[in-house]
């Protein structure tokens, strides 16, 4: 008995569900998952990185009195900490000492509380453990609100080595790190082989990591090397619930696992769901019987994280209804079934507005899904506000007051176009969404977004783009995983999936004739992907030498050929100046206007992917690709 | 002759235009540069931090193509240099390193060229000085994209120290710094203070910094004392030209200038002015004949930054055009003076909407300000078309297919304002500015900003807020500085300033019987600026405790007296939660959807004040707080 406790550490992962910005609500969830964790005779309980006040919490760390209350809430938990050993993320502060901007100092960081003391580290300066690799890049800002370790190290005329140490709590050194430590690959420090050399008897990662698809799988590949390499388990507790900042809202899929000595994982909490979960962990490296194997992340955890991240985020603006606008597409169809999981029917209203070039099809698509949906819904036409507006304006005069100046307003196709998707966005939905009770989406996707192929204040609108971070063939993904796998019927019609895509705002748009979006999707997708999602980005320069070497297709993963799809290199080159164009040009302007973005991938629009309004940029070597490319007779043979 | 040549350096301050993310436009401008100050006999010339990148770019950091061509413009530069010692900025490239995210390694980096060759520092690893400190507040994200010299001498195993030394170019040993890096107050490590001790002639700081009001005092102050101390002259040099990260536009004023050895600034370069100016500078530590005394910086400053941001910002976007909403009030009557500041009366169009709630008052003040202005106008109405959408709305029946769901939609009062609000933007406005061949502006002041005071797709809408970042007070000001400085002529109508703010929404918005905005802008403005401004942000929970201790007035800048304003303790805590609950709130949610703004303070809505939408935060100790000063009876007396 006495052998078996020593080799077991009876652990609390308390995979809870951290507001951003509410220390005492979170304090008080921790205070009873304690308690819990303590009936249930745990010697230990572990809670998130800054599992206190939240992590994305934008420039708040400004306001010296959260800081206080964060502090407060820290001794709180501590109080609490006695029978149990508690871990758990929170600010640290030093009031004596100056972060590089001038305000008090901050770090992020953990502490470990026992008989309702902190334990400072075995080489510490503080009560707490410092977060030592700060990342700077994606979302991340941490170098703009946290010293890190190295230059406290700097500061103190120390090694970081010298700062770096196991905690000793009760009959166990701990290694505690935060999140960002592990992830040591780019970093010219290694807390954890720092830690290597030191006594230790497992690892503890506190993390506070938004879901990103994949990263799980790269997550647990990294983890387990470092538990191979030191010998040690590993116990990761990850937060669920969503934090943003503004312009991107993310969801955290908690995930709290265990590794043992081998690099076994054993998911201990569910994905998504807050929870607080006891596992018996072997100190003694045994392995789990039965190790768990990973398999590829795919458009059931985006349906997954989408779901849960629109739901947090309708309960965090206290939006309790919601309008679309739908169009007969499959954009406004998969969002429409997005809201319907979160929502009952009562809730939601979808609105369909047929204008001028509105065709029978998609009306009849709309109408269809609505029924399958049995939500509220209605009609609403534009055309006589339409031509009222075109009426006040078109040919209107204007003047200046001495008759000097005279001239007349004129409206084209192109504003015609805008004063429809304005029309049904900014005086519809927008009135529609305020006496219906609730607010009306955004049913952008990526590649639109990507592009600005879209109207500010018409379909850019709305309170959150849901599917905003989805290429188009996520999209259709998404809608035959929403009618297979969730529905188990045709909830999306089949006509949504072979309609082509098309805004209907002119004559040349008329999807019964085939002609739609200027946008071919499957190509487009995996073109604009290389721009943004790519960590080394890629510009139309790559684009022409991939091209000019014939595996543009193998490089952007579009498995067609190019060849197939413009007549002519000028064509090809006509077709990426242009997107290219729009996307570093007027499309940054719409995305500055645009409304939060649901973050599934890596790099979402918006903070994580942070851009400037600036001339459109070629490289000089592209002009002279282009010169060679276009020199040559012929069509889309690539030039060897 | 010889000794008068060894006392005396010859310089070029290159104040120029830096055009961000265009390296080869950049490139074309310094060789001109360089080649002027050959002609005029330099012996050196300086060019400002960043200069052929550019500095706020957001993360085309990432494009690798984008990096080959900086590191392509600087090796022409080089090649320039004979005869001629050149520094300037650029992006300083290792590609057998990464940073910490993984990509290439980036330094913010001072090339120094002669004789056609880079010269490396006398302790450099490198052909070039690198940044060391860097900023990570308001709008600068360094550490996103720049390894800083102190993490380099981590990975170096050295200390920073020996990696800072200066840089011998001909007879000079030249102290190079990069911005930031002389601004070392608050870092625990100072550039400058590791070149005291070393052979030096000269200081120099390259910077790329952003116009901000009173910056400029403070640094004059700062590197005055530098001077002082380390008995050198410095030179300055900063670029002109706007740079912007998506929500916020930056001006940079150059406002190069040079110091001697006693700490005495002379200006060389204009403000807001590109120009390679040529000046004599001792190096024998003689005083200038006169001191140059700063004054403080006012709105005339503050007038010289938006008609410089607009006109540049319109340039950059190709906008040739302006339409302004004009209203009657003083907002849009300042903002149509800007436009006019910097188009001419043919390029601007001035649109008054009315609608049932708009006073003969404002129409005619409206009327009276474009006569003054003599640019196009029209007036549109907006009756018919809301009455239309009315009428759409209002009582529709909203129901589920099968039947089981039914229910009408209804339109109040306040959804009434919202849609007037829209109409006028995103329908009238929208379509005019697209017929006009322009652009809208957004006429929101930071005041209403701070609490979302604005209709989305409303009067919140537009391609930039020209006056976003001025508190009312402040337009007011420039609104008396136009016609008295600017115009020399009552441009903006006196019935402007006298009325009563109002957006005319609404019966309750009645300007002919005073009434209007919610807001009372003399005391609103000074207590939404304690939560933004200040460097450590305020919360209720200080007002309350000034407000308790009396002393509420002096802290935040009011002029009047809280309990003329308030009837009631009561009244006054519930002015505060009203607009802190907006400000944390709703107006969050505006803001993402906003705007950019042209920056003037410290703190612009956007990049440089990051915010994520949270619930409302209030700390424990504010409600305490507020029970005690809810619980004595009487009025506004403070509770000692």
Same mark, same amino acid.
């Given at each position: 008995?006495? @052998? *078996? ?21 979170? *304090? ?11 009936? @249930? ?25 959260? %800081? ?273 999981? $979160? %929502? ?16 029978? *099809? ?23 506000? $339409? ?8 040919? %209107? ?66 309170? %959150? ?107 090809? $080159? ?67």
């Amino acid at each position: 008995m006495q @052998k *078996t406790r020593k080799q077991r550490l009876r652990t609390a992962l308390a995979q809870i569900n951290v507001i951003p910005g509410q220390p005492a609500l979170n *304090t008080a969830v921790m205070l009873k998952a304690i308690a819990a964790a303590k009936r @249930k005779k745990a010697e230990l309980i572990v809670f998130p990185e800054m599992a206190i006040p939240g992590y994305l919490i934008g420039d708040n760390w400004e306001r010296e009195a959260f %800081l206080r209350e964060c502090e407060a809430c820290g001794h709180k938990i501590r109080a609490a900490a006695s029978g149990i050993a508690v871990i758990f993320g929170n600010v640290g502060l030093d009031w004596t000492r100056k972060n590089e901007d001038g305000r008090v100092r901050k770090y992020n960081a953990l502490f470990i509380a026992e008989n309702k003391k902190f334990i400072r580290p075995q080489k510490g300066t503080y009560d707490f453990i410092i977060k030592t690799l700060s990342p700077n890049y994606r979302e991340f800002d941490e170098s703009r609100y946290f010293y890190d370790l190295r230059k406290l190290a700097l500061e103190l005329k120390k090694e970081p080595e010298d700062l770096i140490s196991p905690v000793r709590a009760g009959r166990l050194n701990l290694g505690c790190v935060i999140c960002e430590d592990a992830w040591d690959r780019d970093y010219g420090f290694s807390p954890l082989k720092i830690l290597t050399g030191q006594p230790l008897d497992i690892i503890i990662n506190c993390s506070s990591s938004p879901f990103t698809l994949n990263k799980n799988i790269r997550r647990r590949k990294i983890f387990a090397e470092q538990c191979v390499r030191m010998r040690k388990p590993l116990i990761y507790v990850n937060n669920v619930g969503i934090q943003n900042n503004g312009k991107t809202v993310y969801a955290f899929d908690g995930s709290s696992c265990v590794f043992d000595a081998f690099g076994n994982c054993r998911p201990v909490c569910g994905r998504f769901k807050e929870e607080v979960a006891i596992i018996d962990i072997s100190l003694a490296g045994s392995s789990f019987a039965e190790p768990i194997m990973e398999s590829e992340e795919g458009i059931g955890i985006i349906d997954e994280a989408l779901v849960f991240g629109l739901r947090a985020f309708l309960g965090q603006c206290h939006i309790k209804r919601v309008v679309v606008g739908i169009s007969g597409g499959i954009d406004s169809a998969v969002t429409a079934c997005l809201c319907r999981r $979160v %929502l009952s029917p009562g809730n939601i209203l979808l609105v369909n507005m047929p204008g001028r070039f509105t065709s029978p *099809t998609t009306i009849a698509l709309a109408r269809q899904t609505l029924k399958n949906l049995g939500c509220y819904y209605v009609e609403i036409p534009i055309e006589k506000s $339409v031509r009222h507006t075109v009426a006040q304006i078109d040919r %209107l005069e204007i003047r200046s007051p001495d008759g000097a100046l005279r001239s007349r307003l004129r409206i084209n196709t192109a504003i015609l176009e805008n004063i429809q998707a304005r029309d049904r966005s900014a005086r519809i939905l927008a009135a529609v969404a305020a006496a219906f009770g609730g607010a009306f989406t955004c049913n952008a996707n990526k590649a639109e977004t990507t592009v600005g192929y879209s109207t500010m204040y018409g379909d850019l609108a709305g309170f %959150l783009a849901p599917v905003g971070d989805l290429w188009k063939h996520e999209i259709y993904a998404l809608a035959g995983y929403m009618n297979n796998e969730i529905f188990h019927r045709e909830v999306i019609p089949a006509g949504c999936f072979s309609l082509t895509p098309s805004a209907e705002l002119s004559a040349a748009q008329n999807v019964d004739k085939k002609m739609g979006d200027p946008l071919y999707y499957p190509y487009h997708d995996r073109l604009f992907a290389s721009w943004i999602e790519r960590w080394n980005r890629i510009t139309p320069e790559e684009i022409l030498d991939w091209h000019i070497a014939g595996k543009l297709e193998s490089e952007i993963g579009y498995s067609g050929k190019i060849k197939d799809i413009f007549k002519s290199n000028r064509a090809f $080159v006509a077709d990426l100046e242009r997107w290219w164009n729009q996307y570093c040009g007027l499309a940054i302007a719409k995305r500055i206007q645009a409304p939060p973005i649901l973050a599934v991938h890596r790099r979402t629009f918006g903070f994580g992917h942070r851009e400037a309004q600036l001339p459109v940029w070629y490289s000089g070597r592209y002009f002279k690709l282009k010169q060679q490319l276009l020199s040559r007779k012929g069509g889309v043979a690539a030039v060897h």
